[in-house]
């Protein structure tokens, strides 16, 4: 790592941002480099001075009864409206003529992410991120073995890794990302020139149910298995994902492990 | 059917989680970003109402997940809409970024730690621009990750890490050059 590249690092290594092999390439530099040692100090005593003197500000109580209050009438104004006036004030906004078009251009627009799950756009989402900033990897191994280990002291479980790339489906490597609030395992795997993002976690209070969502070209699929979700997305196909996701369910050992 | 939508109705109050079981506990963040913003406590607390209002009326696209990310998005919307109302007259101070950094590391050190004391700290955040201060406040006070700013701001990770940079470093060089006491330490 050259000096610059360090340099400009040393607010996300200590913020506790950078992933595991940048941090240690950022330590090696530091350790021979008496004037990023200094820059690290300085923006140390920045950052421990702002942290405890900056005052947060607190809500008064009242502001707390304010709010309620305001709800309260907000859900009761809403409750008495009688159907037929919030009908006819909405029918005379828009008038009579362009509505019955309006309303079918309206339905169409929210049917189209309408019964797409928040994990599942949220997934996508952080797959399209993977993708767009140059982090699809913290880990870049296409050994199951290598990538396994690194999971593990940054969960509080541990992902299965397998490897398919007998099938066409080559494993690349593995990263740390956050789905529904909580760390978990993002596996990656490449087919021709697209990637397959499979996040693996435990299922606490959700299970998912096969289904496959299509968003903006990306599908998602997820499934629950023997304690685990797993939700894969792609730019795939959707004959190519579900090839995918068989040889996974089938090659993923039907017991949680650590149990 | 599926999925998610299967836990909301795990938890679900009549179809719907309690609008004010997953909101009322972001007040205290929610309230202290405003404030920082909006620099006075009445303009803070209306702003802070009116998100809220705001957020129920459209809690019906809210599908779970990050409550406080969905939250601070709306939020800071209504903060900087009053910032523009508020402040069309006022024309931003000038700060030539250029004179404070021809000083080298070790004497801008030497020079922050005279200078810096509770006081030239409050003064000096606040005369932060708006989207620096507001990226100090979401970091280094409420503790968000670079990842749910990138998400509450809705600028790239990246950036966020420039532009957090950026403003420590520009605070810093307020803290330097400001006029307030300084400390005896």
Known sequence: MNHDEAARLLGPYQDGELDLTTCLKLEEHLAGCPSCQQKLAGEQDLVGFIQSETPRFAASPFLKTRIQAALREEKSASATIPWWKQFSSVWIYFGSVGTAALLVI?????????GIPVLDQEAVANHVRSLQVNHLMDVASTDQHTVKPWF??????????????????PLIGGRLDVLDHRNV???????????????IWPSETESLHGQLYNLNGYHALGWTKSGMNYLAVSELGEKELREFVQMIQDQTVDARPGE | MFGVEQHRDADANQGQPDFEQVFLPHLDAAYNLARWLLRNDQDAEDAVQEAYMRAYKAFARFRGGDGKAWFMIILRNVCYTMIKKLRSHETPEPFDEEIHQTV?????QEAFRQKANAESLHISLEKLPDEFREIIVLHDLEGLAYKEIAAVVGIPIGTVMSRLARARGRLRAEIVASNAKESLS
């Open chain 1, 106 to 114: 309206l339905a169409v627009g929210l049917f189209a992410t309408q």
């Open chain 2, 104 to 108: 080298g590391e070790s004497e801008m």
């Open chain 1, 152 to 169: 593990a002291g940054k969960l509080d479980y541990s992902p299965q890794v397998v490897d398919l790339a007998s099938s066409g489906y």
């Open chain 1, 185 to 199: 395992a993002a596996i990656i795997y490449q087919r021709r020139k697209h990637y397959i993002n499979l996040f």
